[in-house]
Each structure stands twice: as structure tokens, then as C-alpha cells.
């Protein structure tokens, strides 16, 4: 199944978007070049714990990293354009692309 999955680019992915948990939202820009995180990185950080400054794609997904490039949080692609994830204090977030 793994080599069925392709691993997007960062432009394809860069651009902005809205991290989503329960009723609040956190809006995010991925920057294509370094990977970087802008927008609301410190709403994004009360809820993961850690302040998120860069990304990744995977093929089935987006990494959130930490200062240190240790992965915060893995969201998995659940759709064109939405990814969710969990972490222990967290039941859900949701990261879609803003429209």
C-alpha cells in the first residue's frame, strides 16, 4: 500500500489554512520555502503543547515541528484539502485549507 501513496510537493501543499479544534480555530499560512509556519503559531501551540515553526509532507500526511525538527503532531490526510490528527490532550484537530 506504502508505494501506492505519493509524497506531495511543498508548493502543492503551501498556502493557508485553519487548524480546527472543537469550536476554535488557529489560522495557518505552510510557506512553501523552508518549510515554515506562519499565521497563529502561538494559538497553534496551547493546544499541541509546542510551538510549531516548520512542516513536512509525508505521503500519507503533514508533520508540525517543533524548534528542535522533532515532530509535534502527524496529521493524516483524510481528504483534498483536510488532515487530522491527536495527541495525548487532545482528542482531534483538524487542519483544512482555507477557503
Not at 499560512?29 to 512542516?55: F, H, I, M, R, Y
Not at 503533514?62 to 487530522?84: C, F, P, T, V
Request: some cysteine; charged content about 15%.
Amino acid at each position: 500500500m506504502a508505494s501506492s501513496l505519493v509524497l506531495p510537493t511543498t508548493a502543492q501543499l503551501a498556502g493557508h489554512w485553519q487548524l480546527h479544534q472543537q469550536d476554535q480555530v488557529c489560522a495557518l499560512d505552510l510557506l512553501d520555502q523552508p518549510n515554515a509556519l506562519a499565521g497563529d503559531v502561538a494559538c497553534a501551540e496551547q493546544w499541541l503543547g509546542d510551538k510549531p515553526l516548520t512542516w513536512l509532507p509525508t505521503p500519507d500526511g503533514i508533520w508540525l515541528m517543533n524548534a528542535q525538527d522533532s515532530g509535534i503532531i502527524h496529521l493524516n490526510r483524510e481528504k483534498g484539502g483536510e488532515y487530522k490528527g491527536h495527541t495525548a490532550s487532545i482528542p482531534e484537530v483538524v487542519l483544512q485549507r482555507a477557503p
